[in-house]
């Protein structure tokens, strides 16, 4: 699952009232919360976190888009979540913490594509991979999708070689659909109406993968 801006290869247009004002950084409030994780906007102060997620090779391999590998980069996905929380309140891409205030990734509801539809997605560094932290947050996208805003579809992409995202979204109750492309990569793709949205289901195997989930 693979949190970026919408599917468009041109690049994010802003102005500026999309900037702080005063030369200020954006506020960093909590936007959601789970049993062990906190959801914060994103500031300008958390680039280095960006930029360390961004260069972490464990994690850039298997992403369908290009890897946050610049201050550029950074920055502007910075810009670009707020411009979000702003205009679709409810949405967003959230830097993520532990009950201990340490960054271990991000979790993002982000529209994709032009049919209006809205992507789940997760980064995690490896430091926080095999702690069930992507299925915890998974739920709470999924009660904040669902429930709060009450979306009536969400959807999900990984590259085809990825053996830890499909079965973490069978378990959150999506199911695979025609496989397409994401930013012209070949990409397994996953949707889950309103209506099939039941909470954490048991763990199912998926014949592809053959390796256990990392969580």
């Known amino acids: 699952m693979t949190p970026v801006p919408p599917e468009d290869p041109a690049p994010p247009a802003f102005s500026r009232d999309d900037l702080p004002p005063d030369g200020r950084d954006y506020q960093t409030e909590e936007h ?6 906190r959801l914060h906007g994103f500031a300008f102060r958390h680039v280095i976190d960006l930029l360390q997620l961004g260069r972490e ?9 290009d890897p946050i590998a610049t201050l550029d980069d950074a920055t502007g996905l910075v810009v670009w979540a707020n411009k979000l929380y702003r205009e679709r309140p409810g949405l967003g891409l959230w830097h ?19 049919a209006g539809d809205i992507a789940i997605g ?3 560094l490896p430091s926080a991979w095999g702690r069930g932290y992507a299925i915890e947050g998974g739920a709470t996208l999924c009660t904040q999708a669902f429930e709060t805003l009450q979306l009536p579809a969400l959807i999900a992409q990984c590259a085809p070689e990825n053996r830890s995202v499909p079965p973490l979204l069978l378990r959150l109750g999506f199911h695979e659909i025609e496989s397409g492309e994401q930013f012209g990569n070949p990409a397994r793709r996953f949707r889950m ?3 099939d949205w039941r909470g954490l289901r048991p763990r199912r195997a998926d014949p592809r993968d053959a390796e256990p989930a990392q969580d």
């Open 32 to 37: 959601l919360r789970s049993r062990r994780l």
């Open 57 to 65: 090779e464990r994690v850039t391999r298997m992403l369908l888009d």
């Open 96 to 114: 993520t913490r532990d009950r201990a205030g340490r960054f271990i990734g991000l979790f993002s509801l982000t529209p994709s594509g032009d």
């Open 122 to 124: 997760v980064r995690l």
């Open 193 to 195: 109406a309103r209506e």
